[in-house]
């Protein structure tokens, strides 16, 4: 009998091969990419039955990069292994259709049975936050925080600030998402008024802040 084949999406290097190693004789490792393009490009190509994916990662962060995903392969289960324990982070994962939700500091004991409970069509969400996340839910709350004021740009203004988070030029950035350096721009400021910034500086530490976006 076949294992399930697993794809791994963290840009740190040693703790995805550190995943690997934990994952292997229960799964098969599909690959491991280092940031959320590649991920989307490698989700194509490889078709895994499921993915463990971090949300900070360059290029595209993990949210944003599962929804490009599930739009085209809503089968795939994912995983997301973070060091993220705010529910706002939960919240959006499962919007975009996450069937598991671990931190990081917990990936020995809960990773495997997350994602065996994910291919079965389930759900699991680590204990830490169960009951946050449960409470958020029912209270249907609005966003209030950074966290929740960034999660709650359209996803092409979140893949416009990570870029510039990560010192991409207007020019460059239009290159990279195939617009116009206007449109870029324009998203730009249309954040900075919603994030009630000033200048690109504000913007840029105001999403670092927030901690969906690394530098």
Known sequence: MSKPRILIADDHKIFAEGLKRLL???????GIVEDGRQLVEATEKLRPDAIVADI???LLNGIDAVR???K??????????????DVAYAVSAFKEGASGYVLKNSAPDELIVAIQEG??????????????????????SQPE??????LSLSSRQREVLQLLVEGHSAKEIASVLNISAKTVEYHKYRMMEDLGTKTTAELIRYALKAGILES
Not at 24 to 30: C, G, Q, R
Not at 72 to 80: A, E, R, S, W
Not at 122 to 129: K, N, S
């Open 72 to 85: 085209v392969h809503p089968g795939i289960k994912v995983v997301f292994l973070t060091m993220h324990p």
């Open 145 to 150: 925080t950074g966290t929740d004021a960034v």
């Open 24 to 30: 292997n004789e229960d799964f098969e490792i599909a």
């Open 119 to 140: 291919l079965k069509g389930r759900t699991y969400v680590t204990p830490l936050i169960a009951g946050k996340l449960l409470r958020a839910y029912e209270s249907g």
């Open 56 to 58: 900070s990662m360059p």
């Open 68 to 70: 490009k995903i599930k």
